[in-house]
């Protein structure tokens, strides 16, 4: 009896959180597109050089992004590839950036050589600042935006030390893209 008065109960409030989340993604949506208009400006197809410095060396490529909205805005998509000089592929990374309002906190999920990780990514008026957390060294990446290039500088930050520059690109606008969003299949 106790068990059926449990069951019958739980049948009474099952429907509460099914209306609340049928009335509440709008205005989520709604906050997380607004915050990600900060990102808009990424939108489209880049190409420029880029430079990381490591222990054996420079290692200069030409790099490229792509990048685009899905779920309605609320989510950025980048895919960016540096390419070697004969050609191939030395550099891929793909990633997705997004607004969650319960937070107050964006958040780049990204993937890159064997690596992923989750990362909190801070817009400002030219641009955005995301960080590794890397023992008790800080890889902090600083990206700006000019209305025409766009420049990216990551810096190894070790207590104690100055920066210590490790990669810059530089990016000019190639064009627009309609993806990720293009191509998706239809109902019929």
């Known amino acids: 009896m106790a ?20 009335q509440m993604p709008d205005a989520r949506i709604a906050e997380q597109r607004a915050a990600m208009a900060k990102f808009a400006w ?6 420029g050089p880029a430079t990381s ?4 060396g420079a290692h200069s490529v030409t790099q490229t992004e792509r990048i685009g909205p899905m779920l309605d805005g609320t989510v950025r998509v ?3 590839k540096g390419y070697n ?21 964006y958040v780049m999920h990204s993937y890159a050589q064997g690596q992923v990780g989750d ?6 008026d030219q ?19 000019d209305g025409t290039v766009w420049r990216e500088v ?23 893209t309609d993806w990720p969003a293009a191509g998706a299949l239809p109902p019929k």
């Open 154 to 176: 990551g810096e190894r930050i070790m207590p104690g030390r100055p920066p210590q520059q490790f990669f810059e690109m530089t990016l000019n606008r190639v064009g627009k």
């Open 78 to 80: 980048l895919e960016g």
């Open 42 to 47: 990424m939108d489209g197809t880049w190409r």
């Open 53 to 56: 410095q490591s222990p054996g």
């Open 127 to 145: 641009g955005y600042v995301w960080e590794i957390p890397a023992g008790p060294m800080t890889i902090r990446y600083t990206a700006t935006y």
């Open 3 to 22: 068990g059926a008065l449990v069951a019958a109960t739980m049948v009474g409030i099952a429907p509460v959180p099914h209306v609340w989340a049928q």
């Open 85 to 105: 000089p004969d050609g191939s592929v030395g550099f891929n990374a793909f990633a997705t950036i997004s607004f969650n309002p319960q937070t107050n906190v």
């Open 119 to 124: 990362f909190k990514i801070v817009p400002s």
